[in-house]
Nanobody, 114 residues
């Protein structure tokens, strides 16, 4: 029910924006966010935003990534600047009624390489 897009290949220091939109009907979403999974590593939290306007970021992306979205349309975006090779991962969008994700997108690949 969540469709992510916008991934791709970018050089170190570059920027990329990934997007996510809900298809079908998802009710009572209060939190939307992003997780990522790098090769050989566990999936990790990247950022989330709440309906009340609170945002939270994983320490390594603070100051570089910005989450935004529209709860009326169940869309969420992640603007990624100053990308590093260690940001290479599959990025998953999430949504839920609480901080625990209930819905997951299929993932979009982001590769940072020269």
């Amino acid at each position: 029910q969540l469709q992510a897009s916008g991934g791709g290949l970018v050089q170190p220091g570059g920027s990329l924006r990934v997007s996510c939109a809900a298809s079908g009907t998802i009710f009572s979403i209060n939190v939307m966010g992003w997780y990522r999974q790098a090769p050989g590593k566990q999936r990790e939290f990247v950022a989330h935003m709440t309906r009340g306007g609170t945002t939270n970021y994983e320490d390594s992306v603070k100051g570089r990534f910005t989450i935004s979205g529209d709860f009326t349309k169940n869309t969420v975006y992640l603007q990624m600047n100053s990308l590093k090779p260690e940001d290479t991962a599959v990025y998953f969008c999430t949504a839920g009624r609480t901080l625990r994700p209930e819905y997951w997108g299929q993932g979009t690949q982001v590769t940072v390489s020269s």
